[in-house]
């Protein structure tokens, strides 16, 4: 059930709710100023909940400058006036307390909720677009509820907010504005082009884009309509399609796109359901929002000061928080690229501690100016890893310090290439020989049994091997000269490297560790080409036409063909990759040859695209997941990692998450691992 705000309100004394008062105006008025505020949206709804549990406790002692029961917290004013006022929405966290909202609404209608309206909450910036005559004349934000600033100058740049409606009438749409996840992306591009600081996310970017004048670029966002003034009478989910109709841009092209339910409990599924979606949406939401779609529901309701009663946010886990950077570490990979990685002020995001983040590279450090001792967004959505975005550049204190970029390579001393925006050690490969060594080895790889940290380590630090090709010509002499090697382990690995000799061509490509590509491209590189030298000979423009290889990255895979050239004539002289070749194929649709032969164009799974998710069961349970994608594949499939309305079959196993979930809301056919291996039994390595 909810907490009570008075259980709550011993959480804070006296002076320490005057402190929490004056910290919620100053993050209020950054949220809905610039966006940058210093707390994530978990801190903040904390601390205004226990201002409202100190003020339910204590009303004689309460500030009048208190953000409770104000639109945008009080933090925010307007000087256009709205026609009706532009309201905020209350908050729910679980799903007790959406229980406990409905059943109240439900009370103080004295009759039940004539059906239920679900739709994503979107984190942007809520905005009123007044038309005459079906034209666009004004653009207002919500400021404090009552009056808004006038932003009619950024309209041009705003997607899905008609200049011109479908019908001339007078109408005020009302909705959020953002940037989507490829709009934020593009927008950071154009303003580290412009030597701008990037955004700090994508909310912060919508709120200076809007608010911004005679810039010398262009950012686009984008407009979701989810209410309207004048078009009365009209329940929630005809309203929306109403708004639609006039041309307005809304959120029913989406997965979460809105949708009416008659219980709480098909409600509470449907949140479930966006929730899961959310890291596949193209824009980011902070939340689902719940109506009563009836629009006589509605009146009866009415509105607080603040929030309508009809209408509650259920609020989701916070994707972004704020915290301090406390280190840069700098690894270097197996291919020599040296990255820098944060280390972070321990923080919690959606349920994960997050200490370490992405950084990119340096140059990308550098275009962001962030320091040690920063206080930084932290972003992370779903099982992506969590990127530091911008550092909060107003709330630095001057005992931040530069972060310090290596002078030779961290790992072996060498001088370091700085020539791309990516830095790599001058000996590549070579400074990371074992990592490089273990990668090759691996199940998915040349799947050398035996090959494992130690002995790789063994064998680099004894001089016996500084490549992948070294591995081929190791003697049974030489393994039992290592310590703790002896005549059994010795014949066992030897054996386990002469199979490795005959591996099919896209194993032996993979375990080269080629930048840009991993198993599943190197199958589809393997049965394009059909051969090591036929790979060899191919520049940019031909490895451009593999599916899934755009121009960029045939550029560094061209190049990287380039550097491998001696490593590839070793592997030559050694017969690895040379003698067992996959059949060409000019074309790339659905159904890619794979390890061991040509998919077939008639097989079980011929045109299917099908993705995997779930621990697999039964037959399946020893295969990883690209043994999983190469039996797709030779079954006449196409394997995928994320799905979409291309995806035609999903394999769901043990845990699966929010990939099943999306796949119940396209409707896509699921199925058991059982009953996919029955499908591909005939497929399926022996036992």
Known sequence: MMTSMTENSALLSPAAYVEAVTTALAASAAYYGDGTTPLGDDEYDGLLRAIAAYEEAHPDEALAESPIGKVAGGAVQGDVPHSVPMLSLDNVFDADELAEWAAGLERRLGHPVAGWCVEPKLDGLAVAARYRGGRLVQVLTRGDGSAGEDITHAADAVLGLPPVLTEPIDVELRGEVLLTTAQFEEANRIRLAHEATPFAHPRSGAAGTLRAKDRPYRIELTFFAYSAIGLDDLGHVALLENLAALGANTAATTAAAPMRYETVEQVQERIDVIAGLRTDLPFGI??????????????????????????VARKLAAEHKVTRLLAVEWNVGRTGIIAPRAVLEPVVIDGVTVTYATLHNPSDITRRGLMIGDQVFVYRAGDVIPRVEAPLVDQRTGAESPIVFPEACPRCGDAIDTSEQRWRCVRGRSCQAVASVIYAAGRDQLDIEGL???????????????????????TREQLLGLERMGETSAANLLAAVETARGAVLSRVFCALGVRGTGRTMSRRIAAYFGSMAAIRAADADTLAEVDGIGTEKARVIAAELVELAPLLDKLEAQQVGTQVTEPQRPTTDAADATDGGEASAGGPLAGQAVVVTGAMTGPL????????????????????????KRTTLVVAGEKAGSKRTKAEELGIRIIAPEEFATLVADLLPTP
């Open 621 to 644: 349970a020893e295969l990883s997941r690209n043994e999983m994608n190469e039996l797709i594949e030779r079954a006449g499939g196409k394997a995928s990692s994320s799905v979409s």
């Open 286 to 311: 902070d939340g689902v929002v719940v109506k009563a779609d009836s629009a006589e529901d509605q009146r009866q309701a009415g509105n607080g000061s603040r929030a309508p009663r009809w209408a």
């Open 452 to 474: 494992g940290g130690t002995r790789a380590i063994q064998l680099v630090e004894a001089g016996l091997v500084k490549d992948i090709a070294d591995l081929f010509t190791l």
